[in-house]
């Protein structure tokens, strides 16, 4: 069983510039979710992909977009850097059902710095 | 104020020491409750999940949750150097069809030799 990968897991862009990461997610995840982690902080929560669609959203603006694959993989889209995007970007995947605990198992994470 | 709070840290204990890592939250939606551990640069590794008040053990490891109070605590037995790292509290709650997690900042943990 793989885990959830990330690539790249360093990148440097300068502002105004866009960026891709992606993922794949644990075999037999459907589920995968992004989180944004600032130095010293807890990651948050971007947005969630399921069957290829994003079913939810945090806090983050319409320059942070998504997609999902129908092998369930998963790419994060910035446009328009800022210095605040500075964050490790982290993937997570799980199995959506009704009785599942949702258990989220992450990747290493890609670490995005804008200057 | 923050939806979930955790001490910073840094937490630093002696090799054998008990370790005991606490947040408390705010909103009562919160469903599951979670430890994650991540060691510097690497993502976070799911250490314990629980759903109801209570004491959940998994070898030096006890996940403890007082909905009551809004307080869940980690206690770590017979710490180890390899258990140096950030503890992340996590807390999930249900958006519409489907659900996210609510993360503490993180306390970092020192087990000294």
């Known amino acids: 069983e793989t885990g959830v990968t990330q690539s790249p897991t360093h990148l440097i862009k300068t502002r105004g510039q866009q960026v891709t990461l992606r993922c794949s997610s644990q075999s037999g995840h459907n589920t995968v979710s992004w989180y944004q982690q600032a130095l010293g902080q807890g990651p948050q929560f971007i947005f969630q992909y399921y069957r290829e669609e994003e079913n939810g959203r945090g806090n983050f603006p319409p320059r942070f977009s998504g997609l999902q694959f129908p092998n369930y993989s998963s790419e994060l889209n910035v446009n328009a850097l800022e210095l605040d995007d500075s964050a490790l970007y982290l993937c997570?995947?799980?199995?959506?059902?009704?009785?599942?605990?949702?258990?989220?198992?992450f990747g290493e994470g890609s670490r995005l710095t804008v200057l | 104020q923050k939806e979930v709070e955790q001490d910073p840290g840094p937490l630093s204990v002696p090799e054998g020491a008990i370790v005991s890592l606490n947040c408390t939250y705010s909103?009562?939606?919160?469903?599951?409750f979670m430890w994650y551990r991540q060691y510097s640069r690497k993502g976070p590794e799911l250490l314990m999940y629980?759903?109801?008040?209570g004491n959940k053990e998994d070898g030096r490891f006890t996940a403890q949750v007082d909905k009551s109070s809004k307080y869940i605590s980690l206690f770590i037995r017979d710490s180890q150097p390899s258990d140096s790292a950030t503890y992340l509290c996590?807390?999930?709650?249900?958006?519409?069809?489907?659900?996210?997690?609510?993360f503490g900042s993180g306390t970092r943990l020192l087990v000294r030799p």
């Open positions: 997570a995947s799980s199995r959506l059902v009704p009785s599942n605990t949702g258990e989220l198992f």
């Open positions: 629980t759903y109801s008040s």
């Open positions: 996590a807390m999930r709650v249900m958006m519409d069809s489907s659900y996210k997690l609510i």
């Open positions: 909103n009562s939606a919160f469903q599951y």
